[in-house]
């Protein structure tokens, strides 16, 4: 067996355990790529086990043996079980002389990144095809035709006639595009571990002056048609994200009339830092005070120990207004990435699916939001904010303990002189 489809089974055999070890014990949410009690310590085992195989597979997919090329080109020219043949302009999509921009506004991504994922997932997507009717659609047709509907939200009609398939066919390949992003490539999208929380809060401290901040919070709402009188509502997406826009955590699923401190208190993210799984790290000496790890959030959100929001109505020039500054700075990498989830056409309007298939879609971009970071590919990453500042949702009345609040003051003590420097932090002995 050649050693990257040798790879590809030995991964997909590993994710398949997972996900059967994860249905025994399920999280507390419909989308969960975050860790819960069992799989915080699962992960932490077989994390480096899993990323292995993924290298090796790379590697492998990197050096095409001739054998694939030649099968590719006769796949190309198979006809399409639903009676259509593929068509020249089809072809013409997955053409890497195409300009950098074409392949961006079809995929969401260079040409590159396109071709390294295409051998990361073979021979994932050239398996279980539908019983008795095997498509004979390469690994990069069928790629194609799945991020085609991610990043551009076309129907199945017009993704049928501009790849030559079935409606049938298309609308095969995009499900199996997110399943297998879902299932086999979910810990890209995994909270880190204590040994990996460092180089987080390093990158929120350069950002915004405040120590041992891990992650920044955000509440997504991603619209969804439903049933024959296409009725619309929201699904709602927790996201945490570092400092360089990367998804941390990402638990989708919630009805979306949900405020953000409703989801948060039904996360299996919320369980699993009350319960000290996550954020449990040896606290900081902070003026005297111990400063646990912490998430940063918007007025949404509760002020909780281990979450930081801002200061309401802050006196002009107090060291309130400069900690509510640097926390808004802080803030800006989960804004920028829900902004950019929504540069995925399929998530910039209503998605006329059923629930589950928009949750899948959800995940699936997140994914690939972060596999294109990991290879510096900025193509679907926004400029900007978009328009989320008006999805913030009040927040119920919490009692507000004594240690958050003495916790936050602390840190704005921190950024007390003009030159953001008015304190010092300090590992606890």
């Not at 997972?18 to 949410?29: D, E, K, N, T, Y």
């Amino acid at each position: 067996m050649e050693s990257r489809k040798l790879a590809a089974l030995l991964s997909a055999l590993i994710s398949e355990l997972l996900l059967a070890l994860l249905l025994l014990f399920p999280s507390s949410s419909p989308l969960s790529l975050t860790s819960d009690e069992f799989t915080s310590s699962l992960f932490a085992v077989l994390l480096p086990v899993i990323r292995q195989f993924a290298s090796v597979h790379e590697a492998a997919a990197s050096i095409p043996p001739a054998s694939r090329k030649r099968k590719r080109a006769a796949q190309l020219h198979e006809p399409d079980p639903g009676g259509h043949a593929i068509l020249a302009g089809g072809r013409d999509f997955l053409d890497p002389n195409r300009s950098l921009d074409s392949y961006i506004n079809s995929f969401n991504m260079t040409a590159s990144t396109f071709e390294w994922l295409s051998g990361l997932l073979d021979p994932l997507l050239d398996c279980r095809d539908p019983v008795g009717s095997p498509l004979n659609l390469s690994t990069e047709f069928r790629l194609g035709i799945g991020l085609f509907r991610l990043a551009t939200g076309s129907s199945y009609s017009d993704i049928s006639r501009r790849f030559g398939v079935s409606k049938a066919t298309s609308q095969f390949c995009v499900k199996q595009l997110c399943r297998v992003l879902c299932t086999n490539f979910r810990f890209w999208v995994a909270f880190p571990g204590p040994n990996e929380l460092e180089p987080v809060s390093r990158g929120f401290e350069s950002v915004g002056g405040l120590p041992n901040c891990c992650g920044t919070i955000g509440c997504a709402r991603f619209g969804l048609l439903m049933g024959r009188g296409r009725v619309e509502e929201n699904i709602a997406a927790q996201i945490v994200v570092d400092s360089s826009n990367r998804i941390l955590s990402i638990i989708a699923g919630f009805r979306g009339n949900k405020t953000e401190s409703r989801v948060l208190e039904q996360s299996s993210l919320y369980e699993d830092i009350e319960s000290k799984r996550l954020l449990s790290s040896s606290p900081i000496n902070v003026n005297g005070v111990s400063v646990n790890q912490y998430l940063v959030g918007g007025e949404g959100y509760p002020l909780l120990p281990w979450l930081m929001v801002p200061f309401t109505h802050p006196d002009p020039g107090s060291v309130q207004e400069s900690f509510n500054s640097a926390h808004h700075s802080m803030l800006f990498p989960v804004l920028r990435a829900i902004s950019s989830l929504r540069n995925w056409g399929v998530l910039s309007k209503p998605i006329e699916e059923d629930f589950r298939t928009a949750v899948a879609y959800i995940g699936a971009c997140s994914i690939l939001h972060n596999a294109l970071l990991m290879r510096e590919d900025y193509s679907s990453l926004s400029d900007g904010l978009g328009d989320y500042q008006i999805h913030s949702r009040g927040f119920r009345d919490y009692s507000v303990s004594g240690e958050a609040v003495e916790t936050r003051n602390a840190l704005a003590g921190l950024l007390k002189g003009p030159s953001g420097s008015g304190g010092s932090s300090s590992p606890n002995a």
